[in-house]
């Protein structure tokens, strides 16, 4: 049974449309003018119940299954169309993804409102090696950014889902908590082969003592390398995020330890190089 929208059923409206099993009554004139895949929809006359055909003297427009156009997406672009919720910088990841499928060329193509949610999803995830990186979206976003040509987030998406994996997987058994949505098998073999490429170039990285330019000091990392880098990697998957390893080297209170100004700041400028050629080499990873 078709269901009419609770809020987008509008007394004038002038344009029935149906998104999946939820019909709205919204304004012809502004769907058209935004949308020419609206605008060149005709009324459905397979269906041959006729309260599935019209209904407050108005033809339904069904848009097309095969759009896959979901009628929580096309709510949220009514929201951004009749300025009831419009994409701004405080708009939640939920909705903007919703508007950014359903605005795409794949789907309804609204070209405008669709740049729009594209520029607020990138302003949410960073497009460098933000060692601090993670959310509970990235799955969908990696899916979003690789579907629509989002190059920008694509490969922060890609660090932090194959480098955060153990941590899906661990609360993957709560029941309780909010399901994380599946990649796909592509997107997943990229991730684990991803994550092959980062272990084995950083392991020799981590277990290997650094050096310094002073005797004194390169006997400090010597001393303090195991307890202060090494095991507290081993301890909670280090190996597998070098980013976030590296930036915790760069964190110890070196100078606390007996390391001179002169060699903390040289290790300092050394482990941010090391952080910026794992961001480069992973353009080569992942073509």
């Given at each position: 049974?078709?269901?009419?929208?609770?809020?987008?059923?509008?007394?004038?409206?002038?344009?029935?449309?149906?998104?999946?099993?939820?019909?709205?009554?919204?304004?012809?004139?502004?769907?058209?003018?935004?949308?020419?895949?609206?605008?060149?929809?005709?009324?459905?006359?397979?269906?041959?119940?006729?309260?599935?055909?019209?209904t407050d003297g108005l033809v339904i427009v069904h848009i097309?299954?095969?759009?896959?156009?979901?009628?929580?997406?096309?709510?949220?672009?009514?929201?951004?169309?009749y300025h009831?919720?419009?994409?701004?910088?405080?708009?939640?990841?939920?909705?903007?993804?919703?508007?950014l499928r359903a605005s795409s060329k794949d789907q309804l193509d609204f070209p405008t409102i669709h740049s729009l949610a594209r520029t607020r999803l990138e302003q949410m995830f960073p497009s460098g090696?933000?060692?601090?990186?993670?959310?509970?979206?990235?799955?969908?976003?990696?899916?979003?950014?690789?579907?629509?040509?989002?190059?920008?987030?694509?490969?922060?998406?890609?660090?932090?889902?194959?480098?955060?994996s153990h941590d899906h997987d661990a609360g993957a058994s709560d029941a309780s908590g909010p399901q994380r949505p599946a990649l796909s098998p592509e997107l997943s073999a990229r991730c684990d082969a991803l994550l092959e490429q980062l272990v084995s170039h950083f392991t020799p990285i981590l277990f290997t003592v650094a050096t310094a330019n002073h005797m004194a000091c390169t006997d400090v990392f010597a001393e303090k390398w195991m307890p202060l880098v090494i095991q507290p990697a081993l301890d909670d998957n280090g190996l597998c995020r070098p980013l976030e390893t590296l930036e915790r080297i760069i964190a110890i209170d070196w100078a606390a330890?007996?390391?001179?100004a002169d060699c903390v700041r040289d290790k300092t400028e050394e482990w941010r190089g090391e952080q910026r050629d794992v961001w480069e080499r992973m353009d080569d990873w992942l073509s």
């Open positions: 049974m078709l269901r009419r929208h609770a809020r987008y059923w509008l007394d004038d409206g002038s344009l029935v449309v149906r998104a999946q099993d939820d019909i709205y009554k919204v304004h012809r004139t502004l769907l058209h003018r935004h949308s020419k895949v609206l605008a060149s929809l005709s009324p459905s006359l397979d269906d041959t119940n006729d309260s599935k055909r019209t097309p299954d095969e759009l896959q156009v979901r009628s929580e997406d096309f709510e949220a672009l009514l929201e951004h169309l009831d919720a419009p994409i701004d910088g405080s708009t939640s990841f939920p909705k903007v993804a919703s508007v090696p933000d060692a601090s990186f993670a959310s509970e979206h990235a799955e969908e976003a990696l899916t979003l950014a690789v579907r629509h040509d989002i190059p920008s987030i694509r490969k922060a998406l890609y660090y932090s889902i194959a480098t955060h330890e007996g390391v001179c």
